[in-house]
């Protein structure tokens, strides 16, 4: 790990953050499209939602999802009995600078919803 991945901006503009809410569940989610040729099995999954606002959320995913790429995620609903399937578009990824060694691990994944 170099001291540079780990190192991210701090946004002194909290303004556009200020409506997230934290929010720890987990999120199925769907790619939408082939990317790279990767397997069925990487296509489908779960992530860890860690913050949401009605722009988009944060999620902690064990694979780094390309930017850009579209997902459809299940976002949870009042009632832990329904989700809300939506459509969001990857914007950023960052690597957690612990884990598993030869670029396995864990990834932040910034999401915007689509609407």
């Given at each position: 790990?170099?001291?540079t991945e780990w190192e991210w901006p701090i946004a002194t503009d909290l303004?556009?953050?200020?409506?997230?809410?934290?929010?720890?569940?987990p999120i199925p989610?769907?790619?939408?499209?082939?990317?790279?040729?990767?397997?069925?099995?990487a296509r489908s999954g779960k992530a860890l939602?860690?913050?949401?606002?009605?722009?988009?959320?944060?999620?902690l995913m064990d694979q780094a999802p390309?930017?850009?790429?579209?997902?459809?995620v299940l976002v949870p609903t009042p009632t832990s009995l329904a989700g809300t399937p939506t459509?969001?578009?990857?914007?950023w990824t960052r690597r957690v600078p612990f884990g598993k060694p030869n670029g396995q691990g864990?990834?932040?994944?910034?999401?915007?919803?689509?609407?």
């Open positions: 790990m170099t001291q303004q556009k953050h200020n409506e997230r809410v934290a929010l720890l569940r989610f769907e790619m939408t499209t082939q990317v790279d040729g990767q397997s069925d099995s939602s860690l913050n949401i606002s009605s722009g988009g959320m944060l999620v390309q930017v850009e790429q579209v997902l459809k459509l969001a578009e990857v914007r864990t990834y932040f994944v910034g999401l915007k919803f689509m609407f």
